[in-house]
């Protein structure tokens, strides 16, 4: 899942590249009069055609040339050698210049890029926070946590309209000179060999007692410091 996840992130960090283009063209760009110099259409199975827009534009006494994605109804109101107004950032001519709506503020296409942004980087996310994220938080909280004696309290097996089934169990440790609660997803097999009652190893974050996680349940193993080498320190 992390490699899956990981192409999904890059074009969200393209997304996210391609609206501070957009603005910065909006904010900082020089706008000027372009000319049309070749028309072209790329149809899509699924979007459908995209109408796309060459165009020459003149910087610094220095003649660049640029390319834009437009509408269909601006598209047709162009034809080669007609003006088209450009927008274009002066440091980069060549490589940062779009076509500008008369009277917008910013280039074409800036809205749908910040929604789409807002869009595909919330999604995906959820699946960093999960996927990358939390185990990275658990790890810390292992290696700079306060350790604590636990108990457990309670286990549960839950099974949703699908038929699948989660398991958890509860537990209670020492943090502060107060008893706290804290709850772990297991595995099956975990579940199946943990008994009510039964002592666990736990580790908490000091600034925040109440974030917690059962050493025997978690995901990464502890090494004690004679087995990790020389330099090797834990909080246990």
């Known amino acids: 899942m992390r490699l899956f996840i990981l192409p999904h992130m890059l074009v969200g960090i393209g997304l996210i590249l391609a ?3 957009k603005l910065s063209l909006g904010l900082f760009g020089t706008r000027v009069e372009g000319t049309v110099m070749e028309k072209t259409v790329h149809e899509d199975s699924e979007s459908g055609p995209t109408h796309h827009v060459k165009f020459a534009f003149t910087s610094g006494g220095q003649t660049c040339e640029g390319k834009a994605q437009v509408g269909a109804d601006v598209f047709r109101s162009l034809a080669r050698e007609d003006g088209i107004p450009v927008v274009h950032l002066p440091l980069l001519p060549q490589y940062l210049s779009t076509y500008q709506p008369p009277q917008s503020r910013f280039p074409g296409g800036t809205g749908k890029i910040l929604g789409f942004a807002l869009f595909w980087n919330a999604l995906v996310g959820v699946f960093v926070g999960v996927l990358y994220i939390a185990p990275w938080r658990n790890k810390r909280l292992l290696r700079s946590g306060t350790g604590a004696a636990g108990r457990v309290t309670n286990k549960r097996m839950n099974t949703d309209s699908d038929g699948d089934r989660t398991h958890e169990v509860d ?19 975990e579940f199946e060999r943990t008994q009510t009652g039964a002592p666990v190893s736990v580790v908490y974050e000091p600034g925040n007692p109440r974030r917690s996680q059962v050493i025997e349940f978690s995901e990464w193993e502890v090494v004690p410091p004679e087995s990790a080498g020389p330099g090797a320190r834990t909080s246990f």
């Open 19 to 21: 609206l501070v283009i």
């Open 171 to 189: 537990y209670t440790y020492e943090a502060g000179g107060q008893t706290l609660q804290g709850r772990a997803k297991v595995t099956a097999a």
